[in-house]
């Protein structure tokens, strides 16, 4: 019977791993991950029938992507304000910027702009503007008594948003 014999390097971040798999008549993988500093971060063996190679593969690869998954930072950065109460100045902030908006510019690129400065979320600038009094689909624009109503606010004075978020 001949053995079959397969290496491999892959480098991944700060980790060069190693692995070296072979059949003879057994599979066998071993792995090596070393960091730059030559410490050894990872290593394993693996033995199991030829027979066994196939399926047991596809549930290690599935079980190391879920737990990768689950271990893994968030793929997406909350704004730095997320979640955190509006302050009155804030609010000021909002309100003056929307309404020294240019009516013709486009509300989304606004309310983008904004939301990077104010470091909160779009959806949010967009949801706190009809509190602070802004029409939120006009830039530059108080927002109207009937637009109040129809969003569910008090109206251009929004006296009582103070700290909603």
């Known amino acids: 019977m001949t053995t079959a014999k397969y290496e491999s390097t892959l480098d991944i971040g700060p980790t060069t791993y190693r692995l070296l798999a072979t059949a003879d008549p057994d599979v066998v993988v071993e792995l090596t991950g070393v960091d730059r500093a030559g410490a050894r971060v990872a290593e394993g063996v693996l033995r199991l029938p030829a027979s ?60 983008r702009e904004i939301a990077k400065r104010l470091e909160r979320s779009a959806s949010a600038i967009r949801a706190r503007l009809a509190k602070v009094g802004c029409d939120p689909d006009v830039p530059g624009r108080v927002l109207s008594g009937q637009g109040a109503a129809l ?15």
């Open 52 to 111: 066994g190679g196939g399926p047991v593969g596809k549930v290690l690869a599935q079980v190391l992507e879920a737990l990768t998954r689950l271990g893994a930072p968030p793929t997406t950065r909350r704004p730095a304000n997320a979640n955190q109460p509006w302050t009155a100045e804030r609010d000021e902030e909002l309100r003056a910027a929307w309404l020294a908006a240019d009516p013709g510019a486009a509300a989304g690129g606004l309310v």
């Open 151 to 165: 969003l569910g606010v008090q109206g251009p004075d929004q006296g009582s948003a103070q700290g909603e978020t």
